[in-house]
Protein backbone atom coordinates (compact mmCIF):
# COMPACT_ATOMS: atom_id res chain seq x y z
CA UNK A 1 0.00 0.00 0.00
CA UNK A 2 2.95 2.57 0.18
CA UNK A 3 2.14 3.25 4.27
CA UNK A 4 5.02 2.01 6.87
CA UNK A 5 3.10 -0.62 9.53
CA UNK A 6 2.51 1.44 12.76
CA UNK A 7 4.65 0.00 15.48
CA UNK A 8 3.46 -1.99 17.60
CA UNK A 9 2.46 -0.91 21.22
CA UNK A 10 4.37 -2.35 24.36
CA UNK A 11 2.53 -4.14 26.94
CA UNK A 12 2.47 -2.19 30.44
CA UNK A 13 5.10 -5.26 31.39
CA UNK A 14 7.07 -4.63 28.04
CA UNK A 15 7.50 -0.99 28.76
CA UNK A 16 8.39 -1.30 32.66
CA UNK A 17 11.00 -3.89 31.43
CA UNK A 18 12.15 -2.07 28.97
CA UNK A 19 13.19 1.23 31.49
CA UNK A 20 15.36 -1.37 33.30
CA UNK A 21 19.10 -2.06 32.17
CA UNK A 22 20.96 -4.02 33.35
CA UNK A 23 25.28 -3.97 33.90
CA UNK A 24 27.47 -7.06 34.99
CA UNK A 25 29.81 -6.00 38.39
CA UNK A 26 33.08 -5.04 37.49
CA UNK A 27 34.39 -7.74 40.09
CA UNK A 28 35.54 -11.31 38.24
CA UNK A 29 35.53 -12.37 42.11
CA UNK A 30 32.00 -11.11 42.48
CA UNK A 31 30.97 -12.03 39.22
CA UNK A 32 32.15 -15.94 40.43
CA UNK A 33 31.26 -16.05 43.87
CA UNK A 34 27.57 -14.73 43.37
CA UNK A 35 27.10 -17.25 40.62
CA UNK A 36 26.28 -19.86 42.80
CA UNK A 37 23.44 -17.69 43.77
CA UNK A 38 21.68 -17.56 40.58
CA UNK A 39 17.83 -19.13 39.97
CA UNK A 40 17.16 -20.85 36.69
CA UNK A 41 13.68 -20.81 35.92
CA UNK A 42 13.02 -24.26 34.77
CA UNK A 43 11.60 -23.66 31.67
CA UNK A 44 15.15 -21.78 30.01
CA UNK A 45 17.88 -23.25 28.79
CA UNK A 46 20.75 -23.12 30.25
CA UNK A 47 22.72 -22.18 27.46
CA UNK A 48 19.83 -18.79 26.55
CA UNK A 49 20.19 -18.03 30.51
CA UNK A 50 23.63 -17.75 29.71
CA UNK A 51 23.34 -15.14 26.87
CA UNK A 52 20.93 -13.28 28.86
CA UNK A 53 24.25 -12.48 30.76
CA UNK A 54 26.68 -11.85 27.95
CA UNK A 55 23.84 -9.36 26.62
CA UNK A 56 23.56 -7.47 30.40
CA UNK A 57 26.01 -4.67 28.94
CA UNK A 58 24.66 -1.31 30.58
CA UNK A 59 23.12 -1.09 27.33
CA UNK A 60 20.59 -3.43 26.70
CA UNK A 61 17.52 -3.46 28.73
CA UNK A 62 15.49 -6.42 30.08
CA UNK A 63 12.80 -6.16 27.22
CA UNK A 64 16.36 -5.87 24.67
CA UNK A 65 17.64 -9.05 26.27
CA UNK A 66 14.75 -10.87 25.87
CA UNK A 67 14.30 -10.42 22.53
CA UNK A 68 17.76 -11.02 21.39
CA UNK A 69 17.57 -14.29 23.37
CA UNK A 70 14.22 -15.46 21.55
CA UNK A 71 15.80 -14.39 18.33
CA UNK A 72 18.42 -16.80 19.17
CA UNK A 73 16.31 -19.56 20.22
CA UNK A 74 14.15 -19.50 17.36
CA UNK A 75 17.02 -19.22 15.04
CA UNK A 76 18.03 -22.70 16.66
CA UNK A 77 14.59 -23.94 16.79
CA UNK A 78 12.30 -24.26 19.61
CA UNK A 79 13.01 -28.37 20.05
CA UNK A 80 16.77 -27.32 20.44
CA UNK A 81 16.75 -24.46 23.09
CA UNK A 82 13.01 -24.25 23.68
CA UNK A 83 10.91 -21.49 23.99
CA UNK A 84 12.30 -18.39 25.60
CA UNK A 85 9.59 -16.42 27.58
CA UNK A 86 9.66 -12.89 28.90
CA UNK A 87 9.02 -13.82 32.08
CA UNK A 88 12.03 -16.08 32.51
CA UNK A 89 14.21 -13.72 31.13
CA UNK A 90 12.92 -10.88 33.94
CA UNK A 91 13.20 -13.46 36.80
CA UNK A 92 16.81 -14.81 35.78
CA UNK A 93 18.21 -11.22 35.25
CA UNK A 94 16.18 -10.31 38.76
CA UNK A 95 18.31 -13.53 40.25
CA UNK A 96 21.45 -11.98 38.94
CA UNK A 97 20.50 -8.33 40.36
CA UNK A 98 19.95 -10.53 44.14
CA UNK A 99 22.99 -12.66 43.84
CA UNK A 100 25.01 -9.58 43.61
CA UNK A 101 26.41 -10.04 39.84
CA UNK A 102 24.31 -7.27 38.22
CA UNK A 103 23.22 -3.97 39.43
CA UNK A 104 20.42 -1.49 37.40
CA UNK A 105 21.60 1.18 35.65
Do not use: C
Amino acid sequence: TGEKPAQPALTARERELAAKVPVAVDSVKAFLAGRSRLVLPPTLHGLMAYEALNFANGANSYLDIYEAVAAEAAFAGNWYYGTVNLEDIAKYLDSAQKAGIMTLK
